[in-house]
């Protein structure tokens, strides 16, 4: 059964760091990885999907890497901003003929101005 | 182009009572997905349609949960009779392509049993 783990649940820190997000899954078999982000009282929002045969994927100031064999992803994000503010969530499909995907618990991100 | 739209957003019913939710796509999405996340747990899959078949219903806690989607376009959850721990936000998503590839999640509708 699929698990995935994010460390660390939360993290403030001042606007203008760079911070890394960790994503980890027990169940290497995936054939991509997602990063959403989650406003309060919102849905979720797509921000990078790394198919299994790439290693990292970047959109603006983010970056995602992932480590199949490990079983681990990071997502890093630079020059961070009051606007970055979100819980961050990491998906993988979970496997065993199941169709979804399998969530982390997040990590709620606050950046102090 | 649209978003995938649920309604309501909100949902506050006593414990015994019916309530159905729902979910319209975004046009052209033939697999429609529906999560749901209770306090404090993380975001679990429920079931996945691909047009109007469910194609996987491996998430869905127990029969008193029925989802359809007749004619392949919007789609209902409804619970019957609703018990406290079905109180969670239930998301629903929908994609082009199947196997999870590009998720459009909804706002999502935030249940409150009573």
């Known amino acids: 059964k699929q698990e995935v783990t994010q460390i660390p649940a939360a993290l403030s820190v001042p606007e203008g760091e760079n911070l890394v997000l960790n994503c980890s899954f027990t169940d290497s078999a995936i054939y991509n990885l997602q990063w959403f982000r989650q406003d309060p009282g919102k849905g979720l929002t797509s921000l990078l999907l790394i198919q299994s045969s790439q290693r990292e994927q970047t959109s603006g100031r983010l970056n995602a890497s992932l480590d199949k064999s490990s079983g681990r992803s990071t997502l890093y994000i630079a020059a961070s901003q009051p606007g970055d503010s979100a819980t961050y969530l990491c998906?993988?499909?979970?496997?065993?003929?199941?169709?979804?995907?399998?969530f982390g618990k997040g990590t709620h991100l606050i950046i102090q101005p | 182009e649209a978003g995938v739209t649920q309604f309501p957003s909100h949902s506050v019913i006593e414990k015994g009572q019916t309530v159905t939710l729902r979910c319209d796509p975004i046009?052209?999405?033939?697999?429609l997905y529906w999560y749901r996340r209770v306090m404090g747990k993380e975001i679990k899959f429920l079931l996945h349609?691909?047009?109007?078949?469910?194609?996987?219903e491996s998430g869905m806690p127990n029969n008193r949960f029925l989802a359809e989607r007749t004619g392949g376009t919007y789609s209902t959850l409804k619970v019957q009779p609703a018990e406290l721990e079905d109180s969670g936000v239930y998301f629903c998503?929908?994609?082009?392509?199947?196997?999870?590839?590009?998720?459009?999640f909804g706002p999502g509708t935030r249940l409150t049993v009573l």
């Open positions: 998503a929908s994609s082009i392509a199947d196997r999870s590839y590009g998720l459009y």
């Open positions: 998906a993988v499909p979970s496997g065993g003929g199941a169709d979804g995907l399998t």
């Open positions: 349609f691909v047009k109007e078949s469910k194609q996987d």
């Open positions: 046009s052209g999405h033939d697999n």
